[in-house]
């Protein structure tokens, strides 16, 4: 059986009186504004040990490209830059992906700490430093020093460390590996949260009737916890949940050149997810985004070939039902969370030999003893993968560079090499299940003997040279696979949009690619809206009623800002759903990212009559709700929040930007939303843009939402957001006499004597 159990009364107490010193510290502490010149001033110059000096050249956003004289030189200078622009970003997370946030929060971390510890990430980490190449290990390294020169020379510590009672230390091997696993989290573990509760909440006969239609439903991502910090919260920011990459083909484009047009989907919160970089040294030439504390371009472009990467949606994981295991077959261990403020707690964690029982923890709790299998419990080499495919020249070896990738899962897209062609391919380890979908949620433990047949990349689907001339991920499932990837999908909305948008008569431009990014059609929420429609139709309805009617009649499926049609359908639908008590089922739907097929659907069946009362009811209430609002935007909200906003009482000191948000949960500029009855934030979506052009090596356009640096009240730390909302970019050029002319901000790192 499971052994969860609460942490008690006494810890939750005196967890809030913590958490009230937390509050006072962070209100005493104010954030210390920094310009350009003063950030650029705080980057230690002679501490590297660097065999030549490097060249780092900065914009006007403190974007850096690094012109360093070897390999090993540009290593520890992505490291140095990492921290300089995230140190405390990058340390919260060591704290995470180690299960020690209580030592930062006090006894409510408490339960958080040991959620993930259950997940055992970093069980793979000691054999894959054993098993990492040289090439591989020395990048490592050196990113390490990099790093670790931030950190022990920071003239000054961020705002967050000092509210937090953070002390940074140096970073070791195994903090980094395993801070690159906690990132590599399989998606389907935000899925389980949610239907493992609803599982545990409901009759077993309404759960049978229930999983059948959420399994291979093609579904996206659970939205991540809003107004609260979880283990759920923190799985989702780690985790690359959507995603749109496209890769066009020279023969589809104006300039008879390859092109990449990629948008990663993500929590939105401050600071930015991800850093832009510009690096070259001998053998290796680029411009792309980087994780911070991550030592890999994860999007980008070479000379050769440009590239781009979207979730999978791939289940490198299961859960098996443990229940009937003896004693003898479970493993214990005992740790130590030691909370801020507060006197040590011991732990209790077990396992199985199918892997940790997660479900003595809140976090994956269940009626029944669960243990789950992951391949990030197997060693892989994501790292050294990545690290080959900056230096790709083809298709063939971009390809091949991904063989070693294992967790997660990702639709890999690249475009350019001979030919300028474009391909997609799936990178991870999975096992060959069956093709039927499982029966339930927890698998019976027999059925682990479907791991016993790993695929990797050259054994699943290819496309490349397809006869339309480009290639579309937007987390679709994927075509022509012998087993199943996975059971939760996006559905088809982002892709068959993109795939209407470039299938032009005409050759595709910048401005077809800008476009596109931006673009906030959602043709399926024309057929709701239209049964809606229907069943009030041949009747009369006073002239308030009626306007709306005609409003939605006209309506195209456009999620603008600044348009009245999406609220007025958004807050109908959600009307509508309440009226006939089907809030819980949309929310199950919501989980998997099928809200609005799986409750047409649902809604189909509905007697006509019984719907047309509902519509009348819902545009009733409609009415009185649109004369506080006007338009899609006024409840529809970007906002760049820092985690500190969710602080009681000071929490609006960390909002740093609240705009009207185009787009929807699938449209394909995403902006997530629940199901819409207020004021709402966009929890998830598009938040980083990028476009390169094979023409030209400086043909090369990024953006975020947000900045790139991490130091709260920067120059930098919001200065991209009116940018994003403008639809313009950033050019991060290759040609280093065009980086020098445009960015003219210089660093020279002294060489070691």
Not at 38 to 53: E, W
Not at 60 to 86: C, E, M, Y
Not at 483 to 499: A, I, N, W
Request: proline share 5%; charged share 20%.
């Amino acid at each position: 059986m499971t052994q969860y159990k609460e942490f008690g009364f006494f810890d939750k107490c005196w967890g809030v009186l913590v958490g009230l010193g937390v509050i006072g510290k962070a209100f005493i502490t104010k954030p210390t504004p920094k310009t350009l010149q003063q950030r650029l001033a705080m980057l230690p110059t002679d501490k590297l040990t660097l065999g030549s000096s490097v060249d780092i050249y900065w914009n006007d956003h403190q974007v850096p490209f690094v012109d360093a004289q070897s390999k090993n030189d540009l290593a520890q200078t992505l490291g140095l830059i990492h921290g300089h622009l995230r140190l405390a970003q990058i340390e919260i997370m060591r704290y995470l992906g180690t299960g020690r946030i209580s030592e930062l929060i006090g006894p409510l971390g408490a339960e958080i700490d040991r959620s993930l510890r259950l997940l055992d990430i970093a069980k793979a980490v000691p054999e894959m430093i054993a098993t990492m190449d040289a090439e591989t290990r020395e990048w490592t390294e050196n990113f390490l020093t990099g790093l670790n020169t931030a950190i022990l020379h920071c003239p000054e510590l961020p705002h967050e460390c000092k509210v937090l009672g953070i002390q940074p230390k140096p970073w070791t091997m195994e903090d980094l590996m395993t801070f690159a696993r906690i990132n590599s989290a399989d998606i389907s573990w935000l899925v389980w949260l949610k239907l493992l509760k609803a599982r545990r909440s409901m009759p077993r006969k309404d759960w049978q009737a229930l999983w059948p239609t959420l399994v291979n439903a093609d579904s996206p991502s659970a939205y991540a916890a809003q107004g609260r910090f979880s283990a759920e919260h923190v799985l989702a920011l780690q985790t690359r949940s959507g995603s749109n990459s496209s890769g066009i083909s020279g023969q589809r484009t104006e300039s008879g050149y390859a092109a990449i047009v990629s948008d990663p989907h993500l929590p939105i919160a401050a600071p930015s997810p991800c850093l832009f970089i510009g690096a070259k040294a001998p053998g290796m030439h680029l411009v792309g985004a980087m994780m911070p504390g991550i030592p890999f371009f994860l999007l980008g472009r070479n000379q050769h070939i440009a590239w781009g990467a979207t979730n999978l949606h791939a289940q490198s994981s299961d859960l098996f039902d443990v229940s009937d295991f003896s004693d003898e077959q479970i493993e214990e261990e005992w740790q130590t969370i030691q909370p801020r403020w507060s006197r040590p707690r011991q732990i209790k964690l077990r396992r199985t030999a199918l892997g940790p029982m997660v479900s003595d923890g809140k976090l994956m709790r269940s009626d029944q003893a669960v243990s789950m299998r992951w391949q990030g419990h197997k060693a892989s080499n994501e790292i050294g993968a990545l690290l080959t495919i900056a230096s790709a020249k083809s298709w063939e070896e971009f390809h091949d560079a991904l063989t070693p990738f294992g967790v997660a899962g990702l639709n890999m897209i690249a475009v350019g090499g001979d030919g300028q062609r474009a391909g997609h391919c799936l990178a991870g380890h999975l096992p060959k299940r069956p093709n039927q979908a499982p029966d339930d949620v927890i698998l019976p433990s027999s059925a682990a003997e479907n791991w016993q047949d790993m695929a990797n990349t050259k054994e699943m689907p290819v496309r490349v040279d397809t006869e339309q001339g480009f290639v579309v991920s937007a987390n679709q499932r994927p075509e022509n696979s012998d087993f199943p990837v996975g059971y939760f999908f996006s559905p088809f909305d982002r892709s068959e949009r993109l795939t209407a948008l470039y299938q032009q008569d005409r050759k595709l431009t910048f401005a077809d690619f800008r476009n596109s990014q931006l673009d906030v059609l959602m043709p399926s929420a024309l057929p709701l809206c239209q049964l809606f429609l229907r069943s009030i139709k041949d009747k009369q309805y006073p002239a308030n009623l009626q306007s709306m009617i005609f409003l939605l009649q006209e309506w195209d499926g456009g999620y603008q800002a600044e348009r009245v049609e999406p609220l007025a359908f958004e807050l109908l639908l959600c009307k509508v759903v309440k009226q006939l008590q089907l809030m819980k089922t949309a929310k199950h739907y919501q989980t998997i990212w099928m809200a609005y097929s799986r409750l047409l659907d649902d809604l189909q069946e509905v007697a006509t009559e019984q719907l047309a009362n509902a519509v009348i009811k819902g545009l009733k209430k409609l009415s009185k709700q649109l004369t506080h609002h006007s338009n899609w935007g006024d409840i529809h909200r970007l906002r760049f929040d820092h985690m500190f906003a969710h602080l009681p009482f000071i929490g609006r000191r960390y909002r740093f930007a609240d705009v009207p948000a185009s787009g929807g949960a699938n449209t394909v500029n995403k902006t997530g939303h629940p199901l819409v009855s207020k004021k709402h934030k966009v929890s998830f979506g598009s938040c980083i843009r990028h476009i390169s052009d094979m023409s030209d090596e400086d043909s090369n356009y990024f953006v975020m939402i947000g900045g790139q640096d991490g130091w709260i009240g920067s120059d930098n730390f919001a200065d991209q957001v009116e940018l994003w909302q403008a639809g313009q970019y950033i050019q991060l050029p290759m040609k280093l006499d065009t980086v020098k002319r445009l960015f003219t901000h210089k660093t020279v790192l002294l060489a070691r004597e």
